[in-house]
């Protein structure tokens, strides 16, 4: 748009205009008005009360307690009048309130002797009677967090995110004295590798999504995030015009490190919910299923040595995350945010997919290989076929 | 934990890793499972946050909060004595003729502390009038439903077909605004009940359409301290279980506000069992044993000196029992699901002099003592050497 047009189109909507622009929207809220004061002719449409209750989280601070944050999803107030546990009415307290607003949240804390490794169920019972269930399958005392259990979530997430991506890029050296062709591959194999974090990272959002409350509209959430991210490092891509490879390895870095946040995440819930539940076999498997997210960083910039001092920030952008992931995880889970951030993942994912694979294209277009060859697509299926059976490790 | 973090971790598969590899088991998963709502004009009252444990050897066990006695219209501790005797006259052949009213009404009633079930109601009460009368007696019941379905009042007693409250016998079921005149004399003696017959059977009695027919021998029985508890339960959320357990329908009630009685003296209790969902109900007394009279239709105890006994639905009886020291002495159903569900209680015995502090504690009065001593409509039957 010209400057001129500008000036002319601010020009039209100056002054009495702006009236123009509020009519419809007073026009609106006279409606509102009466349809609330008088219904409308709306009356005969109302119908039953609709109750709905989400729990959030359950947590067993210490023997004898259980206390559960619930959030209200549903179209009106809700009153929790009673509280079973086990098909027991037990006494409780309501943090703020027993009546959650439309999107209010609770927290509510029972004083009921659980019993360790077993089952229990909660049930909320609302001033209608409608009932909402939050189950505990194995009763573990929640974490308390102190200094050592710091320590050992950090630690978690450094065997988890740092160490692989640091021993991958022990690669490097390695791959600088590939052949043409033989690089060819192992940047193939990159795209193979970020196609199956795509995917992964895509099932895990969508999972956390399907589960939010229901205002939050979960998948389509993940799905506008994404391309949002997505378009936004695009942009940023087209207008700065060619890419350097140290900045397709940081990108690389950053998509991996949203994953790995996913993933530190998962770890450090698990933890939360028993220490027994994390062996450090586990933590092995993931630590190899990560290895090569190391190779996929380094390999943009075999062309370049960018020093080591950018090798350590890759590392650390990268696996970082899987630390950080994993002391949210394990005290301050918030499924909402777990769900942007995975979906933010998964669009630079996609965007560094891209960016590699223009490589790819621009190397096989120097070497006067077709775009899809046998090399850079048996890359792509070993990149795949690496991550899909590591993955072995950690799936059960 | 939410359940967002139990699906994905089920993917990634961390708990069952857990708990196949390690000896330990993995950790708190839940399930978050709404279930629907269901009309009801009236809205809750406010929260309850405030405790109040029904025992203190249960810790933290039972309801919080209190019912609202007023509004609900009625109250379970007047429930366990007014006997409702009728209009008394004298028929030409010489029979007491006991003539009632009774409506049907829709009524939201609170059930438990803060908790609403949308009832169906004889008089706008949850058990509905308790009938008391001699046997021979004749009952003239006029029927008005004012409900919003059809209902019909049927009788565990001894009647003509025509007068059997059920579909297909004489007007079968009675529809809204219309009314019917049920009569017939009052046989056998007993601990009886009513209910409505209309169909489906299931709903119209769960919804609370019952209640206490207590016929006295025309001999009389021993004096006594009488209650009438019928044992009821509410499916607050209509999937076909019930949330709530009671005695006269308020969850825990009588564990709130236990029932006095004096050391010594004999204690009358009219049971019934009107639950519905569950194949039975049972009562167990504390610290004591009774005299079990199955349906009140005897005058010597068909069991003796136990403290426990089971009832199916419709199925009551009379229990017969003194405790000889002070003490809150509990009683509930040794179901312990129902007892945890609202099904529990405690009579506060106490020494005659102490009695008069334990009425006021639970806000009753001379009127409830005389109510409950003197309800039988015939002289009590007093054996030489008692
Ligand atoms: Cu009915």
């Known amino acids: ?396 | 934990m939410s359940q967002s973090m139990r699906r994905f971790l089920s993917r990634r598969d961390f708990l069952r890793a857990g708990a196949a590899g390690a000896a330990g088991l993995a950790g708190a998963a839940l399930l978050s499972q709404p279930s629907i709502a269901r009309p009801l004009a009236q809205g809750p009252g406010s929260g309850h946050t405030g405790h109040s444990p029904y025992a203190m050897e249960h810790g933290a066990a039972g309801m919080v909060g209190e019912v609202d006695n007023v509004r609900n219209g009625f109250d379970p501790m007047q429930m366990l004595v007014d006997w409702d005797y009728g209009q008394v006259s004298i028929l030409p052949n010489g029979q007491t003729l006991r003539e009632y009213t009774i409506v049907a009404v829709d009524k939201d009633i609170e059930i438990a502390p803060g908790v609403f079930f949308p009832a169906w109601t004889y008089n706008g009460r949850v058990p509905g009038p308790t009938i008391r009368c001699t046997e021979g007696d004749h009952i003239r019941i006029k029927f008005v439903n004012a409900s919003v379905h059809p209902h019909t009042l049927h009788f565990h007693g001894v009647h003509p077909f025509e007068m059997d409250g059920v579909p297909g016998a004489g007007p079968g079921e009675i529809a809204t605004g219309q009314t019917f005149t049920y009569e017939f004399d009052a046989e056998p003696f007993g601990c009886h009940l009513y209910h409505c017959h209309a169909n489906p059977l299931k709903r119209h009695i769960h919804k609370g359409l019952y209640g206490a027919f207590i016929v006295d021998p025309k001999a009389g029985r021993p004096p006594a301290r009488e209650f009438v508890m019928v044992m009821n339960a509410f499916d607050t959320n209509f999937d076909g279980e019930n949330e709530v357990y009671a005695v006269n329908t308020v969850g825990h009630v009588y564990a709130r506000r236990p029932i006095p009685a004096q050391v010594g003296e004999l204690i009358r209790l009219y049971l019934i069992n009107i639950v519905e969902f569950d194949p039975i109900n049972s009562f167990h007394l504390h610290a004591e044993f009774f005299d079990y009279y199955d349906h009140g239709t005897t005058l010597e105890p068909t069991l003796r000196t136990v403290d426990t006994i089971i009832q199916a639905q419709a199925q009551r009886g009379i229990l017969e029992f003194r405790y000889r020291w002070p003490g809150q002495y509990m009683y509930h159903a040794h179901i312990s699901e129902f007892a945890e569900l609202g099904w529990m209680g405690n009579f506060n015995i106490v020494q005659p002099e102490d009695f008069p502090a334990a009425l006021a504690q639970v806000g009753m009065d001379e009127t409830w003592d005389r109510r409950s001593t003197q309800g039988a409509t015939v002289p009590w039957r007093v054996e030489a050497g008692s």
């Open chain 1, 1 to 396: 748009m010209s400057t001129k047009t500008q000036v002319e189109l601010s020009k039209r909507v100056s002054g009495a205009g702006w009236l123009l622009v509020l009519a419809p929207l007073l026009l609106l809220g006279i409606i509102l008005a009466l349809i609330v004061t008088t219904g409308g002719g709306l009356r005969e449409l109302a119908g039953p009360p609709v109750e709905k209750l989400t729990v959030q989280r359950v947590i067993l601070p210490e023997p004898g307690m259980i206390q559960i944050e619930v959030i209200n999803d549903g179209p009106q107030p809700v009153t929790v009048a009673q509280v079973q546990v086990d098909d027991a009415y037990w006494s409780f307290t309501a943090e703020p309130s027993t009546t959650l607003p439309r999107l209010g949240r609770s927290t509510f804390t029972i004083p009921y002797p659980w019993v360790a490794e077993e089952a229990h169920v909660v049930r909320l019972v609302s001033g209608l009677g409608a009932t909402f269930d939050a189950e505990i399958a194995v009763a573990v005392e929640s974490p308390r967090p102190s200094a050592s259990l710091f320590l050992r979530f950090a630690l978690v997430g450094l065997y988890v995110g740092i160490v692989p991506v640091m021993l991958g890029m022990l690669w490097y050296p390695f791959m600088r004295r590939l052949s043409n062709a033989a690089m060819n591959f192992v940047l193939s194999l990159t795209v193979g590798l970020l196609i199956f974090l795509a995917v992964s990272t895509w099932l895990d959002a969508t999972e956390f999504a399907a589960e939010l409350p229901a205002f939050w509209q979960g998948v389509p959430m993940v799905l506008f995030v994404s391309l949002i991210s997505l378009g936004t490092l695009l942009a940023l891509s087209s207008r700065r015009g060619e890419r350097t490879p140290l900045q397709v390895s940081y990108l690389i870095a950053l998509g991996i490190g949203l994953h790995n946040l996913g993933e530190g995440l998962a770890i450090g819930a698990a933890f939360s919910l028993g220490e027994a539940a994390l062996g450090s076999f586990l933590v092995l498997g993931f630590t190899l299923h990560n290895i090569t997210e190391g190779v996929a960083i380094a390999a943009p910039v075999v062309r370049v040595s960018p020093g080591l001092k950018h090798f350590v920030a890759l590392a650390v952008l990268a696996g970082g995350p899987a630390i950080v992931g994993t002391l949210l995880g394990g005290y301050a889970f918030d499924p909402v945010l777990a769900t942007v951030f995975l979906a933010i993942g998964i669009g630079a994912i996609v965007q560094v997919i891209w960016e590699v694979g223009k490589m790819v294209i621009r190397d096989n277009a120097r070497a006067g290989r077709p775009a899809v060859n046998w090399i850079s697509l048996s890359g792509v299926v070993a990149g795949v076929a690496i991550m899909y059976f590591t993955a072995f490790l950690v799936k059960f």
